[in-house]
């Protein structure tokens, strides 16, 4: 297991850009999948994008093209850069790793979350 500490949240105005960064605490040779989720009081979380070990994307449709996922050379912080920002996205993000320890046992850890919050 591995934890996470996100940074970059805060109040912008539309359309942005905002930039949101996870830094991985621990071995990051266990982890399998970093990615962003969003949740807003009330609602489930949900999948914004998460990139894997071979450097592979995924995104969420309709982060798709206004969002990118990044990390460093060292693999040990991931960026989230988001555009095209609108009142629809403001809610909690959290960070997500997913991987094996020692191979064969799976393991989830997450962030405690920052708040984006965009005006009009």
């Known amino acids: 297991q591995v934890q996470l500490l996100e940074s970059g949240g805060g109040s912008v105005q539309a359309v942005g850009p905002l930039e949101l960064s996870c830094k991985v605490r621990g071995n990051i040779d266990t982890v399998n999948t970093i990615g962003w989720y969003r949740q807003a009081p009330g609602n489930q979380r949900d999948h914004v994008a998460s990139i894997k070990h071979d450097d592979t994307t995924d995104y969420a449709d309709s982060m798709r093209g206004r969002f990118t996922v990044s990390r460093d050379t060292n693999k040990t912080t991931m960026h989230l850069q988001m555009n095209n920002l609108g009142p629809g996205d403001t809610t909690k993000y959290f960070c997500?790793?997913?991987?094996?320890?020692?191979?064969?046992?799976?393991?989830?850890?997450w962030g405690r979350g920052v708040q984006v919050t965009v005006s009009s």
């Open positions: 997500s790793a997913r991987g094996l320890i020692q191979a064969i046992s799976p393991f989830t850890s």
